[in-house]
Each structure stands twice: as structure tokens, then as C-alpha cells.
């Protein structure tokens, strides 16, 4: 049995490729692009990206974008690491079923369904509570918190399944709390997924527009609703700079926080080493 790849593999591989980063590549080269026309190559030139970066409807939308996609990405996180523990070590109590069913149901949930749904959600608590008064960053923020705390959720419930409890269990045997336990021996250890997890719902919020479109209001518009309105009036060269700047921004970051990890992972497999070897 040989290991080499056969040419059907090299080609599918190579053809994904390109159509998953193709557009993408089209994209950057047309952000340079001196002529405003997208079907006409007018030579390379940078004059779009300062056009853009003075462009206050486009910078106080990334504005409103990043403090929803950071807040609701935090809250999800820490709701959805929650969620998962529970999952992952209480797999018999009453009301598992349904409770792992209402986590994970917007992940199968049409976003217009859930937009809707969180829209009127809002209107009857206005209507009854008085709040929210109108629809604004809170209702945005709420909603996304709904919908990404389902994907922290399952990457944490896949993690805390595979980890090796017999650290915990001697940490509670040398006298440590639960809670103590929790914070100084599982949470470090799982420290990887719990910035996964961040991470995917901070895109996923940052990407969201069906549901912000649903429960945003005056004031608070998103960078996606704001290139949807951009690109119904035809296909704008800052779009194709601004989209540049978010693709080297997300590439980035996906890469800074890879090295990190894969650090921190050969530090911990280090620490564990050393041990073993101080024990022996």
C-alpha cells in the first residue's frame, strides 16, 4: 500500500482550492485596481483604501460591528462553555434532551426564522416590561448571543468529553474547591478551545446579516448591512478595499492565534514531561 497521492486527489484538492480562495484573490487584486469599473483593469493603484479610511459611514460601521461582534462573542463564550460542561459531564438528568436541543437548535434554525422570532420576542417585551424602548445595540446584541453561544457550545461539549479527568480528580484529593479546581486545573487546560470558540462566534456575529437586519435600529448599523446596501447600488471599489482589510485582518488573527496555541500546547506537553520524569 503506497502512501502517495494519486493525480484525482491532487486535482480535487487543487480545483477546492481555488474555488473556496479564488474570489477571494479576485477580490484583493480588484481592490487595486485604478479604474472604478470592476469589469476594466485601469493599472494598480492604492487610491481606494484612503477613500475608504475617510469614509465615516464605513468606520462607524465597523465600529457598531466590532463592539457587537466582541460583546456577544464574550457573553457566548462564557454561556456556552457552561452549556458544554454541562453536556459533556451531566449526561443523566432531567431535562438533558430538551436542554441540549434548545442549545443547539439555532444551529439547524433558518436565520430568518430566528430573526423573526427574536424581533417579536423583543416587541412583546417592550410591550409588557417597557424595555427595550427601541430597537437598538442591546437587542443586536442579545440576538447574536442567542444564535453563537450554540457553536461555542459544541466545540466545548466535543472538549470537555476528551478531557482526562483524573487531574481533577487529584486536585479535589489534595484539598482543593471545586470552583478552585475548575479555574486553576480544567480552564488553563482547555484554554484552546474556550479561544476557538471565541474566535467562531466573534466571525460568525462580525458576518451576521439577516438577524441583525431584523433587531438593529437607527444608529446601530453593521458593516454587513452597509456593504449589502453598497452592493444593491452596484459594486463599489472601497468594498472590494474594505473586504481586503477584513480578510488580512481575519488571516491574522487565525494565524496569531494558531502559533499561540500551538505554543502554549508544546509548553503544557513540556510541563507534563518534566513531570513524569521528576516522578520516575
Do not use: C
Not at 482550492?17 to 485604478?34: C, E, K
Not at 460591528?65 to 432531567?94: D, E, N, P, Q
Request: glycine content about 6%.
Amino acid at each position: 500500500m503506497t502512501n502517495r497521492l494519486s493525480w484525482f486527489v491532487i486535482a480535487a484538492l487543487v480545483f477546492g482550492f481555488i474555488f473556496l480562495y479564488g474570489p477571494m484573490v479576485v477580490l484583493v487584486t480588484y481592490s487595486f485596481n485604478a479604474n472604478k469599473l470592476m469589469t476594466l483593469w485601469g493599472g494598480f493603484s492604492t487610491k481606494w483604501y484612503p477613500v475608504l479610511l475617510n469614509d465615516a459611514a464605513v468606520l462607524t460601521a465597523a465600529k457598531n460591528s466590532l463592539i457587537v461582534a466582541a460583546v456577544s462573542a464574550t457573553f457566548a463564550t462564557v454561556l456556552g462553555t457552561m452549556a458544554g460542561y454541562v453536556l459533556a459531564r451531566y449526561r443523566k438528568f432531567h431535562g438533558r434532551t430538551a436542554f441540549s436541543g434548545m442549545v443547539t437548535a439555532p444551529l439547524v434554525m433558518p436565520e430568518v426564522i430566528t430573526g423573526l422570532s427574536m424581533l417579536l420576542l423583543f416587541k412583546e417585551m417592550g410591550y409588557w416590561f417597557g424595555w427595550p424602548k427601541a430597537m437598538g445595540f442591546s437587542t443586536v446584541i442579545l440576538a447574536h448571543i442567542t444564535f453563537s453561544m450554540s457553536y461555542v457550545t459544541v466545540v466545548m461539549q466535543s472538549r470537555f468529553s476528551v478531557f482526562d479527568m483524573s487531574l481533577e480528580e487529584a486536585a479535589l484529593d489534595l484539598g482543593a474547591k471545586p470552583l478552585k479546581t475548575f479555574m486553576l486545573i480544567t480552564l488553563p487546560i482547555v484554554a484552546p478551545a474556550v479561544v476557538s470558540g471565541w474566535l467562531l462566534a466573534f466571525t460568525i456575529s462580525l458576518d451576521d446579516l439577516v438577524i441583525t437586519i431584523y433587531n438593529n435600529g437607527p444608529g446601530s448599523g453593521t458593516l454587513p448591512q452597509l456593504i449589502f446596501s453598497k452592493v444593491r447600488r452596484g459594486v463599489d471599489p472601497t468594498i472590494n478595499a474594505l473586504a481586503t482589510i477584513i480578510i488580512t485582518v481575519v488571516a491574522t488573527g487565525v494565524i496569531a492565534s494558531h502559533v499561540l496555541m500551538t505554543r502554549q500546547e508544546k509548553r503544557r506537553q513540556r510541563d507534563i514531561q518534566a513531570a513524569l520524569q521528576a516522578n520516575n
